[in-house]
């Protein structure tokens, strides 16, 4: 069943035709990536889905709703949570209070608790700088906060946008881990991702993005051993 089903997209910047009709669709439970180069629309195709960027045409619809012109805050409320590239937290706020503003969904204290725990107990680094200021953070721990606060509003489809980028190997490593650990728990994952080989290793089904346009998709093992995927991306 389609969770999220994005049918004939398109979106401008200016004149410039960004996205030229795309039609993609996450099914629940899976991790579906989005991989290209620089420039393909990976970034723009997220942002439009999430509503922080305008849509020219085309239709958005989540878990049975049509949100194609649903504002952001209130498509957060439907169960969609974007971590975006950058990871965007709040720089001076700690750890503790970044987490809590991801529960702003939430008015029930005792839940608040169970879910805090929970995250100190996935993310133990967390737990450990609970109280550091968040923008003192490494890359890594950064990434591992703004995975959490977008875990702590219970999201359906939790949307991420280049979580690996910065970090170590190791480190890349431990974040596709977390997908992997977040996918099994029952949350259903976009992925938007350079690291075409550790993405595609982890994924139910992907599709390629060229210029604004799907030019292939298929299972995560079918594109990795795709000749055009494989020279495009994966260095073959």
């Given at each position: 069943?389609?969770?999220?089903?994005?049918?004939?997209?398109?979106?401008?910047?200016?004149?410039?035709?960004?996205?030229?009709?795309?039609?993609?669709?996450?099914?629940?439970?899976?991790?579906?990536?989005?991989?290209?180069?620089?420039?393909?629309?990976?970034?723009?195709?997220?942002?439009?889905?999430?509503?922080?960027?305008?849509?020219?045409?085309?239709?958005?619809?989540?878990?049975?709703?049509?949100?194609?012109?649903?504002?952001?805050?209130?498509?957060?409320?439907?169960?969609?949570?974007?971590?975006?590239?950058?990871?965007?937290?709040?720089?001076?706020?700690?750890?503790?209070?970044?987490?809590?503003?991801?529960?702003?969904?939430?008015?029930?204290?005792?839940?608040?608790?169970?879910?805090?725990?929970?995250?100190?107990?996935?993310?133990?680094?967390?737990a450990e700088r609970r109280n550091q200021i968040a923008g003192t953070l490494s890359g890594g721990e950064q990434q591992m906060?703004?995975?959490?606060?977008?875990?702590?509003?219970?999201?359906?489809?939790?949307?991420?946008?280049?979580?690996?980028?910065?970090?170590?190997?190791?480190?890349?490593?431990?974040?596709?881990?977390?997908?992997?650990?977040?996918?099994?728990?029952?949350?259903?994952?976009?992925?938007?991702?350079?690291?075409?080989?550790?993405?595609?290793?982890?994924?139910?089904?992907?599709?390629?993005?060229?210029?604004?346009?799907?030019?292939?998709?298929?299972?995560?093992?079918?594109?990795?051993?795709?000749?055009?995927?494989?020279?495009?991306?994966?260095?073959?």
């Amino acid at each position: 069943m389609a969770l999220l089903e994005v049918n004939q997209l398109e979106v401008y910047y200016g004149v410039i035709r960004a996205l030229k009709g795309i039609s993609f669709e996450v099914n629940e439970g899976e991790i579906v990536t989005l991989i290209g180069a620089n420039g393909a629309g990976k970034t723009t195709t997220m942002q439009s889905v999430v509503g922080l960027i305008p849509k020219h045409s085309g239709t958005v619809i989540f878990d049975g709703h049509n949100i194609t012109k649903t504002p952001c805050h209130k498509i957060v409320h439907l169960g969609m949570t974007q971590v975006p590239e950058g990871r965007r937290i709040f720089q001076e706020l700690s750890v503790y209070d970044n987490l809590l503003m991801g529960a702003f969904t939430n008015n029930d204290k005792e839940a608040f608790k169970r879910d805090l725990d929970a995250i100190y107990t996935r993310f133990p680094r967390l737990a450990e700088r609970r109280n550091q200021i968040a923008g003192t953070l490494s890359g890594g721990e950064q990434q591992m906060l703004a995975m959490g606060r977008a875990i702590m509003s219970h999201p359906k489809l939790l949307m991420l946008d280049e979580p690996s980028m910065g970090l170590s190997p190791l480190l890349v490593d431990q974040v596709f881990e977390i997908i992997k650990d977040i996918n099994r728990d029952g949350t259903t994952i976009l992925l938007v991702e350079q690291n075409a080989g550790k993405s595609l290793a982890i994924s139910d089904r992907a599709y390629v993005l060229e210029n604004g346009n799907i030019v292939l998709s298929g299972t995560g093992k079918e594109l990795s051993e795709s000749e055009m995927v494989q020279k495009a991306y994966l260095g073959g």
